[in-house]
């Protein structure tokens, strides 16, 4: 199934699920606040290859690779800068040691922590951040490349350019949506779903979608927006675990596993193709929602 495009895969009528949280299963499995996650590709391959293999034996059809923050620029606050492609290739060859050959693997870009509207950083100097994160991601066995959590346009196209002129990486763009006093949704930039879903495919984007701030319930609306605005595109989203709750000083996601799937059916009527996880999702919830998903394609 992995020799397929994902995209010709959804095209054909089927749909699929993804993986679900990695930040929160690292730091179960010991990750210390101001450690950097991506390292762990290579200092801890094995713990990161678990937390994949979890997923996939869950049901998931596809997996990311631990490398969110993989850029220059956030390696940079870890003294890394020098190591990017040497831990983005380590990422991408975990998570296909995970996944074998009939699943998909598609790698973390997130956003670089840079504002372009700032001008701290070129949007030259951004895309070669992203290409070379791409290339390495590639060169470690990536199927796909998964640009998530993006909030602002101009980042998302250059992450898109990057990953499109300088390799043969199927792309997924997903963006970040909170929703606004008026009840609509934008970004921290101001994006709304469909600005964001059209940008991301006129740049060239494969798949589009939305990923995290939000639980199943209210990405129904997000989904809805980016189908209406793009008919005929493969759409992704990543939905968190419901909203967190702050509870003895710790973040709680309070979806269970049943709760999230009994959205499934919504969701796919709503117009999403690939239906995965975010935030406090675990492969219990991933299982619930493949199992839910599975009865659309029989």
Not at 2 to 30: H, M, Y
Not at 113 to 127: A, S, W
């Amino acid at each position: 199934m992995a020799n397929e495009r994902i995209a010709d895969v959804v095209k054909s009528g089927k749909f699929l699920v993804s993986d679900g949280a990695w930040g929160t299963f690292l730091q179960k499995k010991g990750l210390m606040s101001g450690e950097c996650p991506e390292l762990w590709c290579v200092d801890r391959p094995d713990d990161v290859k678990a937390i994949a293999k979890s997923y996939i034996d869950a049901g998931a059809d596809m997996v990311e690779a631990n490398s969110f923050g993989g850029t220059c620029f956030k390696f940079e606050h870890y003294g890394l800068k020098d190591r990017v492609s040497e831990i983005n290739e380590a990422a991408a060859k975990v998570s296909k040691a995970a996944a074998g050959d009939n699943k998909w693997v598609i790698a973390s870009i997130g956003p670089t922590g840079k504002m372009l509207i700032t001008e701290e950083v070129t949007e030259q100097q951004m895309y070669e951040a992203f290409k070379e994160q791409a290339i390495a991601l590639e060169k470690g066995g990536a199927d796909a490349v998964c640009i998530e959590t993006m909030s602002d346009i101009e980042e998302a196209v250059l992450a898109i350019k990057a990953a499109k002129e300088n390799t043969d990486l199927e792309i997924i763009c997903t963006f970040t949506f909170e929703r606004t006093v008026r009840g609509d949704y934008r970004s921290m930039m101001g994006v709304s779903p469909s600005a964001g879903a059209l940008a991301a495919i006129k740049a060239g984007a494969d798949i589009i979608g939305t990923n995290c701030g939000n639980g199943m319930e209210r990405m129904l609306d997000i989904v809805k927006e980016m189908r209406e605005a793009a008919p005929d595109m493969p759409i992704l989203v990543h939905a968190n675990a419901g909203m967190p709750k702050n509870i003895d000083g710790e973040d709680v996601f309070p979806e269970t596993p049943e709760m999230m799937a009994t959205f499934v059916d919504e969701m796919i009527v709503a117009g999403a193709n690939i239906i995965g996880g975010c935030c406090g999702t675990t492969p219990a919830h991933i299982a619930a929602i493949k199992k839910a998903v599975e009865k659309h394609n029989n």
